[in-house]
């Protein structure tokens, strides 16, 4: 059989133990990260191939008995816990099941993300920098104010939220809409992506990237618009929240470097954004 595997959610070091059972013929096997196959029968009868156990960031998870796996088809969801401690956790996904009966290609495959303990709130243990740049002749200025996590999805993206503030005071233009710099917020569109580390972005792959992309969000007013106050004294927008909110990369690693990109008025206001979890 084609080996079985763990697709990484970090560039880390890991280990597993996954051991095949339930086979109609009786034969159970063992594979490892260093010994990565399973020999089975062709065509034998329900085997499933469960994983045991995980070796990551220098600790052993095993399956927590509060939230096991149900099924161990493809989609179905578990949790494991380190050294017994329900603080550490990570969701495992089955990605690919034996067949039954056993194929003679199968590949059995499981992937994880970390999963954060808590009440429906923002997530408040982690850390998050950003640095700013603009590409294009003419852009209004925003100065990143508000920076949260908020929550995890399934898969294991991060839902953002950002509030920005105008570097002048928002007016009304002759068409009374509230503007930045001349700039209408409601013309402002905004976008989050994994920062290609290897090169800084042009201006002609951002034109492109916005001509093309889906998932590119819109100021919407008055939703989005955050009136001058205490907080933001010059007034600037936000984000959308709740099941709407800006979405990351999937999936959210402990270490994780993005690029919200706000588009305005033919310019592109680039913050890299940095990410620990950790």
């Not at 816990?81 to 003679?104: E, G, R, S, Y």
């Not at 303990?117 to 003419?138: C, E, H, Y």
């Amino acid at each position: 059989m084609t080996p079985s595997n763990f697709e990484l959610a970090a560039n880390e070091p890991i280990g597993y133990t996954i051991r095949m059972e339930n086979c109609k013929s009786g034969l159970t096997a063992t594979a490892t990260d260093k010994n990565p196959y399973l020999n089975a029968y062709l065509l034998d009868r329900s085997c499933i191939a469960k994983l045991s156990s995980i070796q990551f960031r220098n600790l052993t998870w095993t399956l927590s008995t509060k939230q096991p796996f149900s099924t161990y088809k493809a989609g179905d969801k578990g949790t494991f816990i380190a050294n017994n401690n329900d603080n550490n956790q990570l969701q495992v996904t089955v990605v690919k099941q034996l067949n039954d009966p056993v194929a003679k290609t199968d590949t059995v495959s499981y992937s994880f993300v970390t999963k954060f303990l808590g009440n429906d709130g923002a997530i408040t243990d982690f850390k998050i920098t950003a640095q700013t740049s603009v590409l294009g002749p003419k852009s209004a200025a925003f100065v990143l104010r508000s920076a949260q996590l908020l929550t995890l999805t399934d898969s294991g993206a991060g839902q953002f939220y950002f509030a920005f503030e105008c570097e002048d005071a928002i007016t009304k233009n002759e068409r009374s809409q509230l503007s930045c710099q001349e700039t209408p917020l409601d013309q402002i569109r905004y976008l989050l992506i994994q920062d290609p580390l290897d090169h800084a972005v042009s201006f002609e792959e951002l034109e492109t990237l916005f001509a093309n992309r889906t998932g590119i969000f819109s100021v919407e007013a008055p939703d989005d618009v955050l009136r001058p106050n205490r907080l933001y004294p010059h007034g600037g927008f936000r984000t959308k929240q709740g099941a709407a909110a800006i979405l990351g990369p999937e999936p959210l690693l402990d270490t994780q470097y993005l690029l919200l990109i706000v588009a305005n008025g033919g310019s592109f206001q680039l913050f890299k954004i940095q990410v620990n979890l950790r």
